[in-house]
């Protein structure tokens, strides 16, 4: 009987430990690719502080602002791409979960 009760239980919490497992992946790849999103901002900030200095007029120093503008939206569109990537994935996931919940108490014809 207490194996029988065990068994219920794993079996209905069985979901609910998937779906804290998809969550858990898609913040792991939330903050994977916050972090590297960080680093590259923080890499083009450095490289663009370097070459300020070495801008001998004032074009130089526009044209060096907007390279590393254009730098940044780049790495900020990227990052938000593969967020959106990575939260559609998880979405997908939970679905397929909730209907292959929902198809184990469904009457079989």
Do not use: H, W
Not at 29 to 55: D, F, G, N, Y
Request: net charge negative.
């Amino acid at each position: 009987m207490f194996q029988d009760m065990s068994k219920a239980v794993n079996q209905t919490m069985g979901p609910f430990k998937e779906l804290v497992n998809i969550q858990t992946k898609m913040l792991e790849e939330l903050t994977r690719q916050q972090m590297m999103c960080t680093k590259a901002c923080i890499e083009a900030t450095v490289a663009q502080t370097r070459e300020m200095q070495s801008c001998s007029s004032t074009d130089d120093l526009i044209k060096s602002q907007q390279v590393y503008a254009a730098q940044l939206e780049e790495t900020l569109k990227q990052a938000s791409d593969q967020n959106i990537k990575a939260l559609k994935a998880a979405r997908e996931s939970v679905e397929q979960l909730a209907n292959d919940a929902f198809d184990a108490f469904a009457p079989k014809s």
